[in-house]
C-alpha cells in the first residue's frame, strides 16, 4: 500500500510541469520545426534524425515496440507526453564508451533515442516508459537515450522502469541518458531502476545514476526518486544522479551539480572480492569533481546486501499474484491500471491515458440570426473548464460545404446524433439534390458512416464524415468527435493493458 501511494504521489509530482521548467523555453519555435502528432511523425524522425520537431499532441506509444533511433537535431515537446513507451531492442549505432581507467569499449545503446549527439530536447515528458534490454554486448540505456555527446536536455522528465540484463562488461542504465556528456535543467526523474549481471566469468563494470549512469553532465535544478536494484558480480557505481562522474576520456571540462533533490534507494550488492562498492545520494564515484558542487538535498538510503546468490528485484515474490485496479483520468490526472500484489504489496502501473475533460452541450453565447453570426461554447461538465468557443450561423450559405461538430460520447447516443446530421444534410438538399446521397469517413477506423448515413464513433479520435449528392452539385461534411464513456474506456484498457507485463 505504501508503494501505491507513493505511485499515486509520484503521478501528482510529475503531472504539472514545473514553472521554472517551462519558463526556461519561451522561445517560440522557428519556422522550420516539423511539427508532430502522431506514431508516424515520431517515427520519421529516423529519415531525418539532423531535423528540428514539435510535438503537438500527446501521442500513447501503446501500439509499437519502440526500436531506438539516433538524434542530432532539437525536439521540443511543447509539455507534451509521449505515453506507454516501450522497448526492448538496442539501435544500430555503436559508440567507444570508456570506464574508469580508460579501457575503451565498442557500446551499443537503447532508449527512446539510441546516440544523441549535439542535439537539444526541451519540455518533453515521457510517462510509463517500460524498458527490458538484453545486454549481449557492452551496453548504456536511459529512457531518452543511451547515449548523449554535447546535448542540452532541459525541462524534461520520465516515469517508469527500466531493466538491463547484462552478459558483457561495460554496462549501465540511466534514468534520463546512460552514457555521455551534456546539460540537463529542471529535469525530472521518477524511476525504477533494476540491473542484473549474468556474466560470472568476467567482473562487469556498473552503473546507475538516477539521471545519468557514466559520464560528466552539468546537473541542475532536477529532481530525482529512485528506487534501484542492482545484482553485480563485478565493480558497482551507483550514485541517485550519476553512477560514476569521471570525463572518460572526453572533450569536456569542470561541470556543476548544484540544486538538486533525491529521493529514495539503491539496494545492491557487489559481489567482489576487491570490494569498492560506490553508492551515494549524488555522486556514486567522483573520478571528477564539478566545479559547482552545492545544495544538494537527499533522502537517499544505500541499501547493501551481502548475499550473492539471489537476485535483487523490486519484486521479491517467486510467485506473485496481482491485482488490477483502474484509475480513471480526470481533468488534470492521467488514468493507468495499476497492479498490486496480494501478497507482498508491490505494485507496478501501466496503460496510462491521458487527462480528460467531459464537453458538455453548446451553450449559446449570442444568438445568430439570419443576418448576424452567434458565438457559443462548449465547457466540461466536471470543472468548467472552457474547451471550444466558436462563432455559428443558423443558416450556412448553400451550396458552399458546411461543418458541424458532432460529439459521441458512446455508443448509446451515436445513433440519435447521426440523425440529425443526417437530417439537416437531406434537409438542406432535398431540392437540389437528385438520388440518394452519397456517405464517406476520412477515417473509418474512428467513425464509420453507413449507407443510410448512420453514424457510429468506434475508438476515442476525430475524422470528417462527408455527403455527396449524385449530381456532384451538393456536398457537406460533418466533424464527429468521438470520446470514450468511462466504461469504454474501461474495456479497452481492460482488454489490451495486459500485453507489457512481464
Ligand atoms: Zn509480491
Ligand atoms: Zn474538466
Redesign the pocket.
Known sequence: MKKLLSLLLVLLFLLPVGGAALAESTAAPAKDFVEISDLDGLLAIADDPDGNYLLTADIDMASTIWQPIPFRGTLDGAGHTLYNLQISAVGEDTRVTRDGNLVPYDTVFSGLFSVMENATVRDLHLVGVRMAVDGKEHCFVGMLAGYMYRCNIQGCSVQGQARLTNYAVMSGIGGIVGYGAGDFGYCRADVELVFEDRNLEERCEQFMGGILACGLVNIEDCVVRIQGYDSCHGYVHNGGLVGMYYYCGMDVHSQSVRRNEIYGQITFFEDNPNRRAYCEPTLGEEMSVPGNYYSNEDEFERNEVFEYDKVLKPEPCEEPEYQTTLVAPT?EDWGYAVHECRICGYSWADSYFPPQ??PGEWEIVTPADETHEGLREKH?T????LLTRETYTVAPPEPEPTEEIVTVRGADTTEALSVVFRGSAQAKHAEGATGPLTWTSENPDIVSVDPDGTVHGLRHGEATVRYDSQNGLYHGTCRVSVYYSFWQWFLIVFCFGWLWYV
Open positions: 481533468c475533460h467531459t466540461c466536471v470543472c468548467g473548464e
